[in-house]
């Protein structure tokens, strides 16, 4: 979804489903990629996180898949749980060496019983 | 370990005033890092110290100043608040400033400029 503010793109997906949020990145010599999940009045929390010279990785119900052709990241939630709903932020790193994360407005997660 | 944690929780300021809010990790952390977050955002990096001694700007510096008082600790100050500095701040840290390591962050401090 585009950037309008506080209209946050949203996703929701029954209990259990799986689900997919994407995120495009802007700098094709950005290296590292993370996904952060927020929830309410909380600071963000750590997900998962690929290089740039890797398309995939997995982790616990988790997938990122990293296509630099077009600067597409996506995340996958396997057999999402209540639990997933949050807002899901991807970010990259745009440092040459050190760590200086541009992160994307986010996208909110609801899951329905 | 309580990991990042930061004072105040809340704070209520009027335009003009000064204040610091307070950063400190207890993880051995070489890298710290100052965000800002506007509702409906993502964070903007404002300030980072990858390593003790060290300070640089980040994406939206203007307005503020940091110190890293020492390993443990990381502080950001606005001189003269203006409202268009409400927001939430959350710091973070890293192991290392290497472009591959998490950051862990805070709770935040929810900023209101009046």
């Known amino acids: 979804g585009e950037n309008v503010g506080l209209h946050l793109p949203t996703l929701s997906v029954q209990e259990g489903d799986n689900s997919i949020i994407n995120c495009a990145y802007s700098n094709s010599a950005s290296d590292y990629f993370i996904w952060y999940k927020q929830e309410s009045g909380k600071g963000p929390q750590f997900i998962i996180d690929i290089r740039s010279n890797m398309d995939k990785r997995q982790g616990q119900r988790v997938t990122v898949l990293l296509n630099k052709t077009v600067k597409h990241l996506s995340l996958q939630i396997a057999a999402t749980q209540p639990g997933d709903s949050a807002v899901y932020f991807c970010a990259e790193n745009m440092g040459q060496g050190a760590q200086k994360l541009v992160f994307g407005q986010g996208t909110r997660l609801t899951i329905n019983p | 370990n309580a990991g990042v944690t930061q004072t105040p929780k809340f704070q209520v300021l009027k335009t003009g005033q000064s204040m610091t809010l307070q950063c400190a990790q207890d993880?051995?952390?070489?890298?710290m890092y100052w965000y800002r977050q506007d509702p409906g955002m993502g964070l903007r990096l404002i300030y980072y110290s990858a390593s003790e001694g060290t300070t640089d700007k980040g994406e939206v510096p203007n307005g503020y100043n940091v110190s890293r008082l020492n390993k443990r600790e990381f502080s950001l100050r606005l001189e003269s608040a203006a409202p268009s500095q409400t927001s939430v701040y959350f710091c973070?840290?890293?192991?290392?400033?290497?472009?591959?390591?998490?950051?862990?962050f805070g709770p935040g401090t929810r900023l209101t400029v009046l």
């Open positions: 973070a840290s890293s192991k290392r400033g290497d472009s591959s390591i998490e950051q862990f």
């Open positions: 993880m051995n952390h070489n890298s």
